[in-house]
């Protein structure tokens, strides 16, 4: 079967740097993506991996490695805004998207 | 430029009714999709259209139906309500068709808070 594995719910400090990984197994590969959700909104884009390494966008990065079925986003200067839970998905060889079921990140003061 | 609406913003409804829920984008884009998002579980697909005058059925489709007249609209509907069919429901659009997710990145409405009782 397909499986996207992410920790439930994660702790950071406002000011920190968090990793949030990802890993997957699933039928075929053609791309990850990261989404951010905040508690009762929509989720948005945040980043598309499809080639291994990192690839970095303002205070978020993304990395992958294909070979090992692991993805991580890093998260720098944390805001209390950034309190959301972040989805990581892959596209199969179908084309299909398959969602993880997200990682609530609490930021504290 | 709105984006994606859906309507409506949430529904209380008794099991056996018929609901259908609202999907509108304005970005002309080919594809779109039905989710739905339960607490501890991933988004998971419910019905998708590559282009309008198509569907197909995604991971979870049973008590659902679609249909796709126009590029613009894509409305969902249960045709006798369950209370399993509780859920938030997205509706998701992008520029891409290949396959039910196509290579592109896919925008979602605000979503519909379902219950049915």
């Known amino acids: 079967g397909q499986n996207i594995d992410q920790p439930t719910e994660m702790t950071a400090t406002e000011g920190a740097i968090v990793q949030i990984n990802c890993t997957y197994q699933?039928?075929?590969?053609?791309?990850l993506f990261w989404y951010q959700q905040h508690a009762g909104e929509a989720p948005t884009f945040l980043s598309y991996?499809?080639l291994d390494g990192l690839e970095e966008k303002g205070r978020f990065s993304s990395f992958l490695s294909r070979s090992k079925g692991y993805s991580y986003l890093l998260l720098k200067e944390l805001q209390m805004k950034d309190s959301a839970s972040y989805l990581c998905?892959?596209?199969?060889?179908?084309?299909?998207?398959?969602w993880g079921a997200g990682t609530k990140l609490i930021i504290k003061p | 430029i709105a984006g994606i609406t859906q309507a409506p913003t949430s529904q209380i409804l008794a099991a056996g009714r018929r609901m259908t829920l609202r999907c509108t984008q304005d970005m002309r884009h080919n594809a779109m999709y039905w989710y739905r998002q339960d607490l501890g579980l991933g988004l998971r697909l419910i019905h998708y259209?590559?282009?309008?005058?198509?569907?197909g059925k995604g991971e979870v489709p049973d008590g659902y139906s679609v249909s796709r007249a126009n590029t613009d609209d894509f409305p969902l509907t249960l045709a006798s309500a369950v209370p399993s069919q509780t859920s938030v429901y997205f509706c998701?659009?992008?520029?891409?068709?290949?396959?039910?997710?196509?290579?592109?990145?896919?925008?979602f409405g605000p979503g519909t808070r379902l219950t049915v009782l």
């Open positions: 699933t039928s075929g590969f053609n791309g």
């Open positions: 991996n499809v």
């Open positions: 998701a659009s992008s520029d891409g068709t290949s396959g039910s997710g196509g290579t592109d990145t896919q925008y």
């Open positions: 998905a892959v596209l199969d060889s179908n084309y299909q998207l398959i």
């Open positions: 259209s590559n282009t309008a005058g198509t569907t």
